[in-house]
């Protein structure tokens, strides 16, 4: 299907990253997308490595099935790099965003996949004296991809947070932008089937 | 004019205009069965503004084969296992609804001891606005006399029946009371049919309360019980002068009060009136045992409620009393 | 209003403007968020109902049936195990011909033990007595919710509404959510000719002897097949008001000369809806949707497959012993039609399983083989079963 683009993000039980999901989608539709958005069903305790998916497109979404081959993924623990395979079943030409203090040689990635490592949980307490690193990836990954514009994240923020809140976290996302080079994952991963 | 107010108009007016019958005669149940006696007390103290949701048993069959019905009271019968939960919907939609309807809830010892106790204990826990009435006849009747958790010590039933190894049901008829009382509800108590206006003060006290009630009905199965419909007053009434069931009342989970026994009777007076208990007077050692383990938990009742007691009674000799003087009415 | 919410808050939505008085639920793993967002909406005073927060599903049952007998209307969700155990009293809900509406939230049933989606539950109550109304998206399944209501109330019978749990209860996607002056406008006031009331008191429940059985039993029939005329108008009704329709009992997608169909239910018609697209060189292919289970639509279902050569069935349960379920019915319902296409019985997606966008060019070569599969469990990966179970 032209025009989908499919987004993993990997995080652990517990630190929001079907929020993180959500807000993805959310600021697809604001952008006027057509958005889907679903976690890793099942139960799962505190601390286990989780999945949330995302879907954006042109059209309307019909499809229910499993995202293996996404184009993008998000992975907001980077002690999930621990997890064997965590890095595998992007799609060639992809890209994986990595809440990371730390850069990213040695790690095992596929052939063809961009990384890049942006210190989310670090802005966070620093913007928001809170260690979710929602909105500080997800900044940074729409101005990396030029999936959607950041106003849309913007629109979605401003639903969830009112006053100091809301004022600290457009602070944040207009300080993780800053931090990533506009677009330069800008053609990955459109055009194919699952 | 004085001859007008003779005891004879009276009695003619009273003819007139009987009491309102929630539960009409005309019913199925057995000649001389506690329950129907039961249902008709309580149904003559509550009046026509309720709602009755009733469960599976004797009552609900004998009263409601179609196309006819004995009910003038709007009624419901559902499953077995859950008239404490439909209760609980109906009461939750006459809130709603503003309406102030009284609800009760009707069941036997099986819809209540048993397959219907978690639906009564999340009534009971979420305190609805609920009077729940069980009569208790110790025993699945309706199937055919299979024991119960409230089927007595010792007591035949066609699942507990006396054999080489057996001397009726093994384990002790379930302390309900002790369960409702550990739900903290406002008000609990034990009635009986041999004492009607006990019964009907505790109903009227149970429609009273704001919030969740039980009352618990002793009432005597002719059938089961295997005695003569005739005597089902009499075996009733033994029932609570032995101590084997106390009559009490409970707030919030306290006992505030027991009707007390001015001469107690010893367990096999009870007994030797039931053919569920025969096989204890046989003269074999495990019979003797098990008459001894049944007036253990006499006395252990009678300790229990103090419920010895050499003065006149202010309840039994009041409510004989009233009953000669014709009833509430006249008090 | 259209917006980017979760399924299960969109329903939670739809059963607040369809104003329910009393609601009864007991948490079963994937209705929980339906219940928890009624619950805020309650805290937070934007929808006046007493909730029961009962003690098992079986009380759930019990709560809404006596709510809805005393004019109250009335709701509740659960899924799998917890449909199971209200088994009794969704019998008795419809053999007493009380209006409700229930979500079902598809969940497969243990054992084994499993939390995700097929519907073994919701087609292990079709013979309940209940209408099943099956929902291919969360669109449906506002729209269903609000149009289960007046299908209920004017029919005297309690409505099943379907939903898959996880894959449409866990999913957010955009929804248009009606306006409370839209549900009012099509959803009038409960009002039960048969409400207990002291003023006007009668027996419900009764025991009915053989002499009478039979009738009564005939009425509840009946009135299920008569449901269908309303289960139709409340889909008009509403597209009138809306502007969606949620197609009917059942409704069909594709070339009028297509031979080949692939007939489903729920979610997977939005995969088989996409595959279709994505592969489009296998030929003109009809998907027809099938919405109403219950009263099943034989009439309607010989109308949109004739003509076909090939109908391919795939349903995400089945009859362990037997095959498929709604192959059976189907299969009963076209047996007469001459010519009646071949048709071919898969379940796919049990316990969840993903079914990805090849199943569609599975089916249709499947569809080629000179026998027709009588029933097959589709996405069996027969590595992982020993060679004596095979």
């Keep these: 299907m032209t025009g989908l683009t499919e987004i993993r993000i990997d995080g652990r039980g517990g630190q929001g990253n079907v929020v993180a999901a959500y807000v993805l989608a959310q600021a697809g539709f604001e952008a006027g997308r057509f958005v889907q958005a679903f976690p890793s069903f099942g139960p799962e305790r505190r601390g286990a490595p989780v999945a949330a998916f995302v879907r954006i497109s042109d059209r309307p979404i019909r499809r229910r099935c499993q995202i293996r081959q996404p184009s993008y993924v998000i992975i907001q623990d980077a002690s999930l790099l621990n997890v064997p395979g965590i890095t595998q079943g992007v799609h060639p030409g992809g890209g994986i965003l990595i809440n990371s203090s730390r850069e990213t040689e040695g790690l095992a990635l596929p052939v063809g996949v961009k990384v890049k490592a942006v210190p989310a949980t670090a802005l966070a307490i620093q913007f928001l004296g809170q260690s979710i690193p929602n909105t500080a990836l997800l900044a940074a990954f729409l101005t990396l991809t030029d999936l959607l514009p950041l106003e849309a994240l913007q629109r979605v923020l401003s639903r969830r947070f009112e006053g100091e809140a809301l004022e600290r976290n457009l602070r944040l996302m207009r300080e993780a932008a800053a931090q990533v080079s506009p677009g330069s994952w800008k053609d990955a991963g459109c055009d194919r089937c699952n | 004019m004085a001859s007008d107010f003779d005891h004879e108009s009276i009695a003619e007016l009273q003819r007139k205009q009987p009491a309102f019958r929630g539960l009409d005669a005309g019913h199925m149940a057995c000649p001389g069965c506690g329950q129907a006696l039961g249902a008709r007390l309580v149904t003559e103290a509550i009046g026509p503004d309720v709602i009755i949701a009733n469960a599976t048993g004797c009552l609900e069959v004998f009263t409601s084969a179609w196309p006819r019905s004995s009910w003038r009271v709007p009624w419901i019968h559902s499953l077995f296992e859950n008239a404490p939960a439909v209760a609980s919907g109906i009461e939750a939609a006459l809130k709603v609804q503003g309406r102030p309807t009284k609800v009760v809830a009707l069941g036997g010892d099986g819809g209540t001891f048993d397959i219907g106790l978690q639906a009564l204990s999340g009534m009971l826990e979420r305190n609805h606005n609920v009077l729940y009435v069980c009569f208790d006849n110790e025993a699945y009747m309706n199937t055919g006399v299979q024991r119960s958790s409230s089927t007595p010590h010792a007591a035949m039933t066609t699942t507990s029946p006396r054999g080489k190894q057996r001397m009726g049901k093994r384990h002790l008829k379930k302390d309900l009371l002790s369960i409702i009382g550990a739900h903290h509800i406002p008000y609990a108590a034990t009635a009986t049919v041999a004492y009607p206006s006990d019964l009907r003060a505790k109903v009227r006290r149970g429609l009273e309360i704001e919030g969740a009630a039980f009352v618990l009905v002793h009432s005597p199965c002719p059938l089961g019980w295997d005695h003569d419909g005739a005597l089902s007053i009499e075996v009733a009434r033994l029932a609570v002068q032995t101590g084997l069931f106390p009559l009490i009342e409970m707030e919030r989970g306290t006992v505030v009060s027991a009707m007390h026994i001015r001469s107690v009777r010893p367990v096999v007076d009870y007994l030797k009136l039931q053919g569920r208990f025969r096989h204890l007077f046989e003269d074999a050692p495990e019979a003797r045992e098990e008459l001894q383990h ?36 006249w008090s | 209003m259209i917006d980017a919410i979760e399924g299960s808050a969109a329903v939670a939505r739809a059963v607040a403007l369809c104003r329910p008085q009393v609601i009864a639920a007991y948490p079963i793993t994937p209705q929980t968020h339906i219940v928890e967002n009624l619950a805020q909406l309650i805290a937070d005073g934007k929808l006046r109902c007493e909730m029961v927060s009962v003690e098992s599903e079986f009380s759930a049952a019990s709560v809404v049936l006596g709510a809805a007998a005393s004019g109250a209307r009335a709701y509740t969700a659960s899924a799998a195990q917890g449909i199971l155990l209200m088994t009794e009293v969704l019998y008795n809900i419809a053999g007493l011909r009380i209006p409700l509406v229930l979500t079902c939230a598809n969940r497969a049933i243990g054992a084994p033990v499993s939390a995700w989606n097929d519907q073994q539950d919701s087609m292990a109550m079709r013979d309940a007595g209940w209408i099943q109304l099956y929902c291919a998206d969360n669109q449906e399944a506002v729209d269903t919710t609000i149009q289960a209501y007046r299908i209920a109330e004017r029919s005297e019978l309690p409505v099943m509404v379907c939903m898959d749990g996880f894959t449409l209860t866990h999913t957010l996607e955009p929804i248009d959510l009606p306006t409370q ?84 239910i729920g979610s997977v018609m939005g995969t088989l809806y996409d595959a279709r697209d994505e592969f489009p060189d296998l030929g003109a292919v009809k998907l027809i949707k099938l919405r109403s289970m219950r009263p099943f639509p034989a009439e309607e279902l010989q109308g949109v497959c004739a003509g076909l050569s090939e109908l391919i069935v795939l349903e995400r349960a089945l009859s362990p012993g037997g095959g498929g379920i709604v192959g059976a019915e189907v299969r009963a319902a076209l047996c007469e039609m001459e010519p009646a296409p071949r048709i071919h019985n898969f379940a796919a997606g049990l316990g969840g399983r993903d079914m990805p966008l090849k199943i569609y060019p599975a089916l249709l070569e499947a569809a080629k083989a000179p026998q027709a599969t009588r029933f097959a469990i589709l996405d069996v990966d027969l590595t992982k079963v020993a060679e004596e179970d095979r």
């Design chain 2, 294 to 329: 049944l007036q253990q938990i006499a006395n252990h009742n009678l300790e229990l409620y103090a419920l010895r007691s050499d003065q006149p009674e202010a309840l039994d000799s009041e409510s004989a009393d009233t009953a000669r003087r014709g009833g509430l009415r």
């Design chain 3, 181 to 264: 002056e839209q549900v009012d406008s099509f959803l009038p006031p409960y009002r039960f000719k048969r409400a207990l009331d002291p003023l006007s008191p009668i027996t419900i429940g009764n025991l009915v002897t053989p002499e009478y059985y039979s009738e009564a039993r005939y009425v509840h029939h009946h009135a299920l097949l008569r449901a269908r005329a309303e289960i139709a108008a409340a889909d008009q009704d509403w597209a009138r008001i809306s502007g969606r329709t949620c197609g009917g009992l059942v409704s069909v997608d594709g070339p009028e000369d297509a031979r080949v169909g692939i007939l489903s």
